[in-house]
């Protein structure tokens, strides 16, 4: 059974940093992985994507400023420069499927393994 655990969220400062990571486990063999976030009030979003062959995706509002990567069973969000925009719930997700990343970041119908997620939250 897949299980993903988000870990590393707060509450900083515009202007701040914070490295969120997930730890996954449960499956055999590697595949696409993503952060997604969702703010009150709004739909989720994909913000980072990382393929099985090393490919990155990034929205456009968080390119520059995040950097996903991925060091055997975790995956990690560097988020830097920090906004009040970019306050939300964070989420994991992982695809069964073998992909290559979407270009402007991860599709949320294309992952069937979510966390529970861990709240980010810039004050300005």
């Known amino acids: 059974q897949v299980q993903m655990v988000e870990s590393g969220g707060g509450s900083v400062q515009a202007g701040g940093t914070l490295r969120l990571s997930c730890a996954a486990s449960?499956?055999?063999?590697?595949?696409?992985m993503g952060w997604f976030r969702q703010a009150p009030g709004k739909e989720r979003e994909g913000v980072a994507c990382?393929?099985?062959?090393?490919t990155t995706t990034y929205a456009d509002s968080v390119k520059g400023r995040f950097s996903i990567s991925k060091d055997k069973n975790f995956l990690y969000l560097q988020m830097d420069n920090l906004q009040p925009e970019d306050t939300a719930m964070y989420y994991c997700?992982?695809?069964?499927?073998?992909?290559?990343?979407?270009?402007?970041?991860?599709?949320?119908?294309?992952?069937?393994?979510w966390g529970l997620g861990t709240q980010v939250t810039v004050s300005s």
């Open positions: 449960g499956y055999t063999y590697e595949s696409m």
């Open positions: 997700a992982r695809r069964s499927a073998w992909a290559r990343c979407p270009a402007g970041g991860p599709v949320q119908a294309d992952f069937p393994f």
């Open positions: 990382l393929d099985l062959w090393g």
